[in-house]
């Protein structure tokens, strides 16, 4: 099945291995991926969300020197959703990538939404980690 993709990025300046650092702590998701969840917690061995979409399991791949986020989210009815995401050092600061995938299905409203609410949270990331 053919996938429609956007890049949406955002520049942080603040280095990128402590952009990382942040970002891929999954406990520091409710400071500003408010489009994940509201809270979350480790239980049984997994990252738990409480989304606006009921309660999801968050699990990002081992920490790596790539500045790779890639992160899988699996959602209350099984289904699990793929998402790109990097930091890539750019001079005294970095630039922190999501690739939103959207699956046919997914109408094109639907999808812009997506698309608003991953800039919303990357212009929080970018408050939350410049204003500290």
């Keep these: 099945m053919a996938s429609n993709s956007r890049h949406i990025s955002v520049r942080i300046d603040r280095p990128a291995d402590e952009v990382y650092e942040f970002t891929s702590?999954?406990?520091k998701l409710p400071t500003w991926a408010s489009g994940l969840g509201s809270s979350v917690e480790f239980v049984d061995g997994q990252w738990i969300a409480e989304s606006p979409m009921g309660r999801v399991a968050v699990a990002f791949v081992p920490h790596n020197e790539l500045g790779?986020?890639?992160h899988e989210v699996t959602l209350p009815n099984g289904d699990t959703v793929y998402n790109p995401m990097r930091v890539i050092?750019?001079?005294?600061?970095?630039e922190v990538i999501f690739t939103l995938r959207s699956e046919k299905e997914l109408s094109a409203e639907d999808?812009?939404?997506?698309?608003?609410?991953?800039?919303?949270?990357?212009?929080?990331?970018?408050?939350?980690?410049e204003d500290s």
Excluded: M, Y
């Design 25 to 27: 702590n999954p406990a």
């Design 111 to 129: 999808f812009e939404q997506d698309a608003a609410t991953v800039s919303s949270d990357l212009g929080a990331l970018k408050r939350v980690l």
């Design 89 to 94: 050092a750019d001079g005294s600061g970095c």
């Design 68 to 70: 790779v986020l890639d």
